[in-house]
C-alpha cells in the first residue's frame, strides 16, 4: 500500500522520535486521514526489527478496526487481549488489547513489564484516565505511540504531562486544501435554543439535562432539516437514547427515511448497512458513533449534543468528512445555543488559529445564517483572520501612541508578534515540560541581541519559537524588529510584512529629512515597492 506524503511524513517522524531517545510521543491526524493506516506501517517497521507490540483502545469496535487494517495493509495478524480471549503463548507479535481487559491486575501481571517493546494508543486523548495509566506505566520501558484526531489546547496540555513530544500534526484545513478531506460548509439555523438551565459534569453539559432543554425544539428542528437536508445522507448526534429515538419519529413525520441507533440497538449492524447502502437518509444516534464508525457518503452532520470539548465536537463532525465519489462538500448545520457562562464548540473551533479568529469566524458564520446561506469555512477563517488583524492594527496604533514617550532600545515582543500577524506567536501556550520553565540565560542573550525586550516572554517554548522566527525572517531577508518599531511609531502600517531592504530605504530617507517624514509621504496608505 502506497502511503500518502504527509502519511509517509507522519510514519518517518515517529521513528526519529524513538531513535532520538523520546519514548512517549504523540500523533495528530484529523478524522478521515487514515491514522490506523499510519500506525500500521509503523508497526510493521517495528515488528520487522524483531520487536513486540501492543495495540491498546477502550472499544471493541477500534480492536477490530485496527486486526483488520492491520491485516490489510501489512499482512500482519494479531491476537486478542479482550475479555476471555488471550495472547498468552501466541506466536504472533502484534496485540490488540482492550484496556479494560488490560488494567485488571491477574491479568496483567502475566505480562512481564519488557513483553511489549512498542505501545500504540488509539484515540490517545483518553490515555491520561487511570486505567490506562495503570497499564502503560506497568510497560514503563516501552516505546508509547498516541494517536488522536485533532486535540484542542486543553487536550494537549493534559496529553503533555505524559507525552515528551509532538512527532507529527496533519491539520484539517491543510488536508481539505489537498483534496484529502471534504471541504465543509457551516450553517447556523438562526433558532435560539435555551441552554441557560442545564447543568454540568466532568466539565462539560450534564446529558439528561441536555436532552430536556432540547425537547421543545425537536419539531423546529426538523422542520430546518426539511429545508437544507432532504436531498442529503445526514447523521444526528443527540444526549440522550430517549431524544434521538423521539427525533427519529418527528423526521418520519417529516417525510425522512430516519433510523436511530444507540448502545442496546441488537439490530445496530443490520440498521448500520441499510444505512450505508441508502435505505435510511438520516441516522439519528446518542454519541455511539463518534468513533470508529466510518460511512464517506455522508454529507450532512447535525450537532444536537452542544459540548465545550473540542476533541468531542470534532469526532462528531468526522464522520462527515470523508471524500467520496459525487460528494462536494459536507454541511454542518449549527445552531445558536444561549448560554450565559459557557464557551461551545462551532464550527470556527475545527480549523481556527486561535480563540480570538473563532470567535469572529462565529459571528461571521451566525450573520450569514440569518440570511439563509452557508459559508465555506476555510473561506469564513480567512476573512476573519483579516477582521481580528485590523482590529489589532486600530489597538495596536492606540498603543504605539502610548509608547512613543517611552524610549528603549528594544522592542516589546506583543508589538512585535501583532506587526507580522503571527497566531502561532500570540497565541502560544507550552505544553511540554520543558517548554513551561522560564527562558535560558542563552535564549535571553540571543534575543537581546536580535532587539527583543526578553522580559516580556515567560518561558522556555515562546522563547524557542520567537527566536526561530527571528532565525528565519533574518534569512529571508525581512524587515527587523527595531526596523519595525521605528517606522510604525511613524505611523507606517504592517512594517513586519517588508523586506530589510525596504524598511532600510525608508529609514535613510527619514533620517536624511531630519528624522521627519519625507514630503508626500503618507504612513498609512505606503506601500513599498
Given at each position: 500500500m502506497e502511503l500518502r506524503p504527509y502519511q509517509q511524513a507522519a510514519r518517518t517522524a515517529i521513528q526519529k522520535e524513538w531513535q532520538e531517545?523520546?519514548?512517549?510521543?504523540?500523533?495528530?491526524?484529523?478524522?478521515?486521514?487514515?491514522?490506523?493506516?499510519?500506525?500500521?506501517?509503523?508497526?510493521?517497521?517495528?515488528v520487522r526489527l524483531g520487536e513486540r507490540v501492543l495495540v491498546l483502545a477502550h472499544r471493541g469496535e477500534l480492536l477490530d478496526q485496527a486486526s483488520d487494517k492491520l491485516e490489510k495493509s501489512t499482512g500482519l495478524k494479531t491476537a486478542i487481549e479482550k475479555a476471555e480471549q488471550t495472547s498468552i503463548g501466541s506466536f504472533l507479535r502484534v496485540v490488540v488489547g482492550s484496556v479494560q481487559t488490560m488494567q485488571r491486575e491477574k491479568r496483567l501481571s502475566k505480562f512481564p513489564p519488557n513483553y511489549f517493546d512498542t505501545i500504540v494508543v488509539d484515540e490517545a486523548h483518553h490515555c491520561i484516565s487511570a486505567g490506562y495509566q495503570f497499564v502503560l506505566n506497568h510497560f514503563e520501558d516501552s516505546n508509547v505511540l498516541g494517536v488522536t484526531a485533532t486535540p484542542d489546547r486543553g487536550d494537549m496540555r493534559n496529553?503533555?504531562?505524559?507525552?515528551?513530544?509532538?512527532?507529527?500534526?496533519?491539520?484539517?484545513?491543510?488536508?481539505?486544501?489537498e483534496g484529502f478531506l471534504s471541504p465543509i460548509k457551516a450553517l447556523t439555523i438562526p433558532l435560539k435554543l435555551d441552554l441557560s438551565g442545564v447543568g454540568q459534569q466532568g466539565g462539560d453539559f450534564k446529558t439528561k439535562d441536555l436532552g430536556t432543554a432540547l425537547d421543545p425544539y425537536l419539531y423546529q428542528i426538523a422542520d430546518e432539516m426539511v429545508k437544507h437536508c432532504a436531498n442529503r445522507k445526514s447523521v444526528v448526534f443527540l444526549p440522550l437514547v430517549k431524544t434521538s429515538k423521539k427525533f427519529r419519529d418527528?423526521?418520519?413525520?417529516?417525510?425522512?427515511?430516519?433510523?436511530?441507533?444507540?448502545?442496546?440497538?441488537?439490530?445496530?449492524?443490520?440498521?448500520?448497512?441499510?444505512?450505508?447502502?441508502?435505505?435510511?437518509?438520516?441516522?439519528?444516534?446518542s454519541m455511539l458513533l463518534t468513533e470508529g464508525w466510518?460511512?464517506?457518503?455522508?454529507?450532512?452532520?447535525?450537532?444536537?449534543?452542544?459540548t465545550k470539548v473540542r476533541s468531542l465536537y470534532s469526532q462528531m463532525v468526522g464522520r462527515g468528512t470523508r471524500l467520496f465519489p459525487g460528494k462536494e462538500e459536507l454541511l454542518?448545520?449549527?445552531?445558536?445555543?444561549?448560554?450565559?457562562?459557557?464557551?461551545?464548540?462551532?464550527?470556527?473551533?475545527?480549523?481556527?488559529?486561535s480563540d480570538e479568529v473563532a470567535k469572529k469566524m462565529t459571528e461571521n458564520i451566525e450573520e450569514a445564517g440569518e440570511q439563509g446561506f452557508a459559508i465555506d469555512i476555510e473561506e469564513a477563517e480567512s476573512q476573519a483572520e483579516k477582521d481580528v488583524i485590523a482590529e489589532r492594527e486600530e489597538s495596536l496604533a492606540k498603543q504605539?501612541?502610548?509608547m512613543r514617550?517611552?524610549?528603549?532600545?528594544?522592542?516589546?515582543?506583543?508589538?512585535?508578534?501583532?506587526?507580522i500577524q503571527a497566531e502561532d506567536l500570540t497565541n502560544y501556550v507550552p505544553t511540554f515540560g520543558w517548554e513551561m520553565g522560564p527562558p535560558s540565560d542563552k535564549q535571553v542573550s540571543a534575543l537581546e541581541k536580535l532587539g527583543i525586550m526578553p522580559d516580556m516572554i515567560d518561558n522556555a517554548g515562546k522563547a524557542s519559537l520567537m527566536l526561530d522566527r527571528l532565525n528565519k525572517r533574518k534569512e529571508a531577508g525581512l524587515a527587523t524588529p527595531k526596523q519595525i518599531r521605528l517606522l510604525e511609531q511613524r505611523g507606517f502600517r504592517s512594517v513586519g510584512t517588508w523586506s530589510f531592504d525596504s524598511a532600510s530605504k525608508m529609514i535613510n530617507r527619514i533620517a536624511a529629512n531630519g528624522w521627519r517624514l519625507p514630503p508626500g509621504i503618507k504612513p498609512l496608505e505606503y506601500q513599498p515597492e
Open positions: 531517545g523520546r519514548k512517549k510521543t504523540l500523533l495528530v491526524l484529523p478524522t478521515g486521514c487514515g491514522k490506523t493506516i499510519v500506525f500500521s506501517k509503523v508497526i510493521e517497521d517495528r496529553l503533555g504531562s505524559y507525552f515528551e513530544s509532538l512527532a507529527y500534526e496533519y491539520t484539517l484545513p491543510a488536508a481539505i486544501k418527528i423526521l418520519n413525520e417529516k417525510g425522512f427515511k430516519a433510523a436511530e441507533v444507540n448502545g442496546e440497538s441488537k439490530d445496530r449492524s443490520e440498521i448500520l448497512e441499510d444505512f450505508e447502502n441508502d435505505r435510511y437518509n438520516v441516522l439519528c444516534n466510518d460511512c464517506p457518503s455522508v454529507d450532512c452532520i447535525v450537532v444536537l449534543r452542544p454542518l448545520l449549527d445552531f445558536l445555543w444561549h448560554t450565559e457562562r459557557h464557551e461551545l464548540c462551532h464550527p470556527a473551533h475545527l480549523i481556527a488559529s504605539l501612541e502610548e514617550k517611552r524610549k528603549r532600545k528594544l522592542v516589546d515582543p506583543l508589538q512585535f508578534e501583532m506587526s
